[in-house]
């Protein structure tokens, strides 16, 4: 046996990003039949060929093994339910299903991204497991998306952008929008690393604007709503925004906030403690407000980490940033917390071609 750790080599298996099917015959009753796999693959294309396995200890291994037929359902990305559904205990996993009979009366899903009707054509001994190989006899796609799953857990899947972004006229909207399609599929992550609220934000006409975030499960969530134009002087977020932007695009709203703040009696910064922090924000490349006093007695403090993904020409085009309560102990620049939100926008930043100087 080789000296590894079977775990270490499942994560590293889960590193391969697969879509998600269920395979599906009739038993010798008549009775339908489905599993959840992911071990699908194309095989040939003359003869058309394709392949899964299926550990020997499934209770249905009897059941694909004797098959003259099996249907691959290719999931589609809303269908997380059904894939749950087609890998757990539940008695019959066909109750309440939506689905027609095909080809030798093996079962096909309905709302799958694609379909496989499938004869049997060989299996093969693998280890704990048994593959099939199926001759596929007849097909059908759909425009429906299709679910994906890798590092043992469910994804979505987005088309690649195509090409480098380049300083070319129209290439700041583009790398703007592949900030934003990038950014908002890491929050799910982030928010499950972090245990708080993960917010995306853009720098719109009236400043920082929230354009997605990803709720926590246990963290306060009452005031973040997509669209919120927040403070540009008083909120973590606006302060990455004024310490990464020029000054020519932020000025206008600072004056503006100002003014607002000094006519309403609050207190508002003098431009040169604005200036100070900026220098400190942009060195640090994080802002952290924390701990934020709790609203009413009893309830926790809060934390906001703010992050810049900057594009390549450095300029933030989106903010990242975790809020919610943490312990009264506060949240320093060394926190695992500020650390995960570093490297996560930094990684983003890499991916929209920003070169770090030196
Ligand atoms: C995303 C996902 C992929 C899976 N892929 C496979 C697979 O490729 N082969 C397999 O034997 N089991 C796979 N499983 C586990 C089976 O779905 C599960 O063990 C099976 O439904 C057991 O059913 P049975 O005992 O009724 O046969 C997968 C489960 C999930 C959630």
């Given at each position: 046996m080789a000296n590894f750790d079977p775990r270490e080599l499942r994560n590293v298996l889960g590193a391969f990003v697969t879509g998600v099917t269920v395979i599906t015959t009739v038993d010798g009753d008549g009775i339908p039949r489905g599993v959840t796999v992911n071990s699908f693959s194309s095989v040939s294309l003359d003869p058309p060929l394709v392949l899964w396995s299926q550990a020997l200890?499934?209770?249905?291994y009897p059941v694909f093994r004797d098959a003259k037929r099996f249907v691959v359902n290719i999931l589609a990305e809303d269908q997380i339910e059904v894939s749950r559904r087609f890998s757990s205990?539940?008695?019959?996993?066909?109750?309440g299903m939506n689905y027609h009979l095909g080809l030798g009366g093996v079962p096909v899903l309905d709302g799958c991204s694609a379909f496989l009707e499938c004869r049997s054509f060989a299996s093969y001994p693998g280890g704990d497991h048994a593959v099939f190989l199926g001759e596929v006899e007849n097909f059908e796609r759909t425009p429906r998306k299709p679910l994906a799953f890798g590092g043992g857990r469910y994804m979505v899947a987005y088309a690649h952008e195509s090409g480098p972004t380049t300083p070319e006229a129209g290439a700041e909207g583009l790398a703007q929008l592949k900030a934003v399609r990038m950014g908002c599929a890491a929050l799910p992550e982030l928010r499950d690393k972090t245990g708080l609220n993960l917010i995306a934000s853009v720098w719109g006409n009236r400043g920082p604007t929230v354009v997605h975030w990803e709720p926590s499960t246990d963290a306060l969530t009452?005031?973040?709503?997509?669209?919120r134009v927040m403070s540009t002087l008083d909120s973590a977020t606006g302060s990455v925004f004024t310490a990464f932007l020029p000054r020519a695009v932020t000025q206008a709203i600072i004056d503006e906030e100002r003014s607002a703040a000094l006519a309403a009696g609050l207190p508002a910064p003098k431009q040169e403690e604005l200036d100070a922090g900026i220098d400190e924000n942009r060195r640090r490349g994080v802002v952290i407000r924390a701990p934020?006093?709790?609203?009413?007695?009893?309830k926790p403090h809060r934390v906001t980490v703010s992050v810049p993904v900057l594009d390549h020409a450095g300029q933030p085009a989106l903010v990242l940033s975790a809020t919610g309560p943490i312990p009264a102990t506060g949240c320093g620049l060394d926190a695992p917390l500020v650390n995960t939100m570093v490297t996560a926008a930094a990684a983003l930043s890499r991916q929209l071609g920003y070169k770090p100087a030196g």
């Amino acid at each position: 046996m080789a000296n590894f750790d079977p775990r270490e080599l499942r994560n590293v298996l889960g590193a391969f990003v697969t879509g998600v099917t269920v395979i599906t015959t009739v038993d010798g009753d008549g009775i339908p039949r489905g599993v959840t796999v992911n071990s699908f693959s194309s095989v040939s294309l003359d003869p058309p060929l394709v392949l899964w396995s299926q550990a020997l200890k499934a209770s249905s291994y009897p059941v694909f093994r004797d098959a003259k037929r099996f249907v691959v359902n290719i999931l589609a990305e809303d269908q997380i339910e059904v894939s749950r559904r087609f890998s757990s205990n539940i008695e019959n996993r066909f109750e309440g299903m939506n689905y027609h009979l095909g080809l030798g009366g093996v079962p096909v899903l309905d709302g799958c991204s694609a379909f496989l009707e499938c004869r049997s054509f060989a299996s093969y001994p693998g280890g704990d497991h048994a593959v099939f190989l199926g001759e596929v006899e007849n097909f059908e796609r759909t425009p429906r998306k299709p679910l994906a799953f890798g590092g043992g857990r469910y994804m979505v899947a987005y088309a690649h952008e195509s090409g480098p972004t380049t300083p070319e006229a129209g290439a700041e909207g583009l790398a703007q929008l592949k900030a934003v399609r990038m950014g908002c599929a890491a929050l799910p992550e982030l928010r499950d690393k972090t245990g708080l609220n993960l917010i995306a934000s853009v720098w719109g006409n009236r400043g920082p604007t929230v354009v997605h975030w990803e709720p926590s499960t246990d963290a306060l969530t009452e005031s973040i709503r997509v669209g919120r134009v927040m403070s540009t002087l008083d909120s973590a977020t606006g302060s990455v925004f004024t310490a990464f932007l020029p000054r020519a695009v932020t000025q206008a709203i600072i004056d503006e906030e100002r003014s607002a703040a000094l006519a309403a009696g609050l207190p508002a910064p003098k431009q040169e403690e604005l200036d100070a922090g900026i220098d400190e924000n942009r060195r640090r490349g994080v802002v952290i407000r924390a701990p934020i006093e709790p609203t009413e007695p009893g309830k926790p403090h809060r934390v906001t980490v703010s992050v810049p993904v900057l594009d390549h020409a450095g300029q933030p085009a989106l903010v990242l940033s975790a809020t919610g309560p943490i312990p009264a102990t506060g949240c320093g620049l060394d926190a695992p917390l500020v650390n995960t939100m570093v490297t996560a926008a930094a990684a983003l930043s890499r991916q929209l071609g920003y070169k770090p100087a030196g």
